[in-house]
């Protein structure tokens, strides 16, 4: 007899979790399966950031850390966010976490309540919403369209706000589609956030070094609100370290305070390594993460091309990241004679099945018409991929 609580059963599955262990399994039974479901750099930790992980190691960084990340970290972080985004949060203001993950659920427990409404941008990231759900937060969700670059309008957060809005989460550059806001939209959504005295805002800015045209603008840049905003951001993307976990927050004292008290009771002061990592990424510079950039900019021009040739597929090309997120709206209701294909997650585990190419169903992005194509693997299992897909998908009538 199970006995799980209320809490752990409201919670669903990461499904981009779930298509990379479904991968993985197919791997270890001898299948060729292409994963394009991870949001993962496929390039290695810079070889500067590695040496200085080892030199922690030799001098015995093996005691607990501070909670909220060692000073010298926090101070370098501190430096980051003022000179190039042009923030000024002190280090007690940041907070140092395992993984741009704990940091969210950080900022939601320490400040979302039961029955607070917090909303998001539908194409959402997967843990936006459970996350919520844990906080006993109720998630309103704004739908934006393929048609519109799945940005949404300034006019439709000013329409979902309510006595009860608690939060609002932004993220730009954004996983799932790519898509970058700019600073004239940023704007004029921080407009709609000023006008309204305790809603707050979580900017997460895990993607802004991998930006394809024009600059990542803050939220928190924006002084009318900068008091009301908490910064995301972390080392995993644009360092390609998604296995040190290391994210950080840039928020006002209180909520930094409030974190850090959360995080004494759940996890302490995370890997001491892995700080010592992170703090050589943030001050050094060897140029890796330009020829990252250009690779997945590179990548993105060619799946894009690709996809394009799909008839049937529509797709908006990404400024940031390493996501597109098509819509496969016209191949729903459609069969192989095996099956129909009912939603976007049915088309998922079909390519899996048939083309042994791992994507993800748009529906827990609450995108139920799309899937998520993450371009993070080489060109040529990009090539080989697309024409998979290509070839499993004409075969549906």
Same mark, same amino acid.
């Given at each position: 007899?199970?006995?799980?609580?209320?809490?752990?059963?409201?919670?669903?599955?990461?499904?981009?979790?779930?298509?990379?262990?479904?991968?993985?399994?197919?791997?270890?039974k001898?299948?060729? %399966? &292409?994963?394009?479901?991870?949001? #993962?750099? /496929? @390039?290695?930790?810079?070889?500067?950031?590695?040496? +200085? *992980?080892?030199?922690?190691?030799?001098?015995?960084?093996?005691?607990?850390?501070?909670?909220?990340?060692?000073?010298?970290?926090?101070?370098?972080?501190s430096?980051?966010?003022?000179?190039?985004?042009?923030?000024?949060?002190?280090p007690?203001?940041?907070?140092?976490?395992?993984?741009g993950?704990?940091?969210?659920?950080?900022v939601i427990?320490?400040?979302?309540?039961?029955?607070?409404?917090?909303?998001?941008?539908?194409?959402?990231?997967?843990?936006?919403?459970?996350?919520?759900?844990?906080?006993?937060g109720?998630? %309103? &969700?704004?739908?934006?369209?393929? #048609?519109? /670059? @799945?940005?949404?309008?300034?006019?439709?957060?000013? +329409? *979902?706000?309510?006595?009860?809005?608690?939060?609002?989460i932004?993220?730009s550059?954004?996983?799932?589609?790519?898509?970058?806001?700019?600073?004239?939209?940023?704007?004029?959504?921080?407009?709609?956030?000023?006008?309204?005295?305790?809603?707050?805002?979580?900017?997460?800015?895990?993607?802004?070094?991998?930006?394809?045209e024009?600059?990542?603008v803050?939220?928190?840049?924006?002084?009318s609100?900068?008091?009301?905003?908490?910064?995301?951001?972390?080392?995993?993307?644009?360092?390609?370290m998604?296995?040190?976990?290391?994210?950080?927050i840039?928020?006002?004292?209180?909520?930094?305070?409030?974190c850090?008290?959360?995080?004494?009771?759940?996890?302490?002061?995370?890997?001491?390594?892995?700080?010592?990592?992170?703090?050589?990424?943030?001050?050094?510079?060897?140029?890796?993460?330009q020829?990252?950039?250009?690779?997945?900019q590179?990548?993105?021009?060619?799946?894009?091309?690709?996809?394009?040739?799909?008839?049937?597929?529509?797709?908006?090309?990404?400024?940031?990241?390493?996501?597109?997120?098509?819509?496969?709206?016209?191949?729903?209701?459609?069969?192989?004679?095996?099956?129909?294909?009912?939603?976007?997650?049915?088309?998922?585990?079909?390519?899996?099945d048939?083309?042994?190419?791992?994507?993800?169903g748009?529906?827990?992005?609450?995108?139920?018409e799309?899937?998520?194509?993450?371009?993070?693997?080489?060109?040529?299992?990009?090539?080989?991929?697309?024409?998979?897909?290509k070839?499993?998908?004409?075969?549906?009538?």
């Amino acid at each position: 007899m199970e006995y799980l609580s209320d809490r752990i059963k409201s919670l669903s599955v990461s499904q981009t979790l779930a298509m990379a262990q479904k991968s993985r399994e197919l791997k270890a039974k001898g299948l060729d %399966v &292409i994963s394009l479901s991870l949001g #993962e750099p /496929d @390039f290695n930790t810079p070889d500067y950031v590695k040496t +200085a *992980a080892k030199k922690a190691i030799d001098d015995n960084y093996s005691k607990y850390p501070p909670v909220p990340g060692y000073d010298d970290l926090r101070a370098a972080i501190s430096k980051k966010f003022r000179e190039e985004n042009g923030l000024e949060y002190t280090p007690e203001q940041i907070v140092v976490s395992a993984g741009g993950k704990h940091s969210l659920i950080n900022v939601i427990l320490s400040i979302v309540n039961p029955g607070d409404e917090v909303i998001i941008l539908a194409p959402y990231w997967v843990s936006y919403y459970d996350q919520i759900i844990l906080a006993g937060g109720k998630p %309103v &969700i704004i739908r934006a369209t393929l #048609e519109n /670059d @799945f940005k949404v309008r300034p006019e439709q957060i000013e +329409a *979902a706000i309510t006595d009860k809005t608690r939060l609002l989460i932004f993220n730009s550059p954004s996983n799932p589609t790519g898509m970058v806001y700019t600073g004239d939209e940023i704007g004029k959504i921080a407009d709609v956030i000023g006008r309204h005295e305790g809603l707050f805002v979580i900017s997460d800015e895990i993607y802004e070094h991998i930006i394809f045209e024009g600059l990542h603008v803050s939220m928190a840049s924006f002084k009318s609100i900068y008091d009301r905003v908490i910064t995301v951001n972390g080392v995993s993307k644009g360092y390609a370290m998604t296995g040190w976990r290391i994210g950080y927050i840039g928020a006002p004292v209180w909520i930094s305070r409030a974190c850090n008290k959360l995080q004494g009771q759940f996890t302490s002061g995370v890997c001491s390594i892995a700080q010592r990592a992170a703090l050589a990424a943030i001050q050094g510079n060897d140029g890796s993460r330009q020829v990252m950039k250009e690779a997945f900019q590179r990548r993105r021009d060619l799946v894009c091309n690709l996809l394009s040739d799909i008839e049937g597929m529509k797709i908006r090309v990404p400024q940031g990241a390493f996501y597109v997120m098509p819509d496969i709206s016209s191949f729903l209701g459609k069969s192989d004679g095996n099956g129909t294909i009912a939603n976007s997650d049915d088309l998922a585990l079909y390519l899996l099945d048939k083309a042994q190419v791992a994507v993800v169903g748009g529906g827990a992005f609450g995108a139920p018409e799309c899937i998520r194509i993450s371009y993070a693997t080489s060109d040529e299992l990009l090539v080989e991929a697309v024409k998979r897909i290509k070839s499993a998908l004409s075969r549906l009538n």
